[in-house]
């Protein structure tokens, strides 16, 4: 059976439910699977429970779940991007998992790995570890963190090939890999899906852990926060 849908609204249709636990690749705006987070927006789905680095930014990626009211959870390291999310999180209407960013990339890793948590001392004696079993090793106190293992799992990549396997573009290579591997059903997004197959030493995620791929949507990428400085009149000339 083939592993190629259509569209982004027709491969992500029947995955998801109210309630459901989504885990979403990307870091900032850079990698986001932006035609899935829209055919995600689009199911009308709700409760639904967010796993990824950070929420985007105001109206753009996660960020439109949030405009849409469809995110009741958000296990995220970093959220100051989005003035919604923190209107959200005070009102009461917003429940946060804050996880140190290292602690979250591993809790992926390691539900991917069929690892159910592990102990780190990152976060010891923080709000991080309030309500967390303690165990000392070798004198030093660490705190358990369980792996998470995502009901969806939507992933952005570069290039694909017909049996999913990945490849990711500079940053884009960031929580993507491990996001692919941390649930039950992970669909992917590609800029190409090649012809052919991929060569087997340039692969990053293996296609066993995706089981749907569409082809993303040519788009410009968004940045965001642009900095820049004045071109001097030695540079313009």
Do not use: C
Not at 126 to 139: Q, S, Y
Not at 222 to 233: L, N, S
């Amino acid at each position: 059976m083939s592993k190629q849908w259509a569209s982004a609204a027709e491969a992500i249709h029947g995955t998801v439910h109210d309630g459901s636990v989504i885990a979403v690749g990307g870091f900032g705006l850079s990698g986001n699977p932006t035609d899935l987070i829209e055919a995600l927006r689009d199911t009308g789905a709700r409760d639904l429970t967010i796993v990824s680095n950070n929420m985007g930014v105001d109206g753009k990626g996660l960020g439109i779940l949030l405009e849409n009211k469809q995110v009741a959870k958000v296990i995220a390291s970093y959220v100051g991007e989005n003035k919604l999310f923190a209107e959200q999180y005070l009102n009461g209407t917003l429940e946060v998992e804050f996880a140190p960013q290292g602690t979250l990339a591993e809790r992926l890793r390691a539900g991917g790995a069929g690892i159910a948590g592990f102990y780190t001392k990152t976060g010891v004696g923080t709000p991080v570890a309030e309500g967390k079993p303690l165990e000392v090793f070798d004198g030093e106190t660490y705190v358990l963190e369980r792996g998470i293992l995502a009901d969806l799992a939507l992933v952005h990549a570069w290039r694909a090939d017909a049996e999913g396997n990945l490849i990711y573009r500079h940053t884009a290579r960031n929580f993507n890999p491990l996001v692919a591997t941390a649930s039950h059903l992970t669909i992917a997004e590609a800029e190409e899906v090649v012809d052919g197959w991929l060569d087997p030493n340039t692969i990053v995620t293996p296609g066993i852990y995706v089981q749907r791929l569409v082809t993303a949507t040519p788009r410009e990428k968004d940045i965001e926060q642009r900095t820049t400085r004045p071109r001097t009149a030695a540079a313009i000339a």
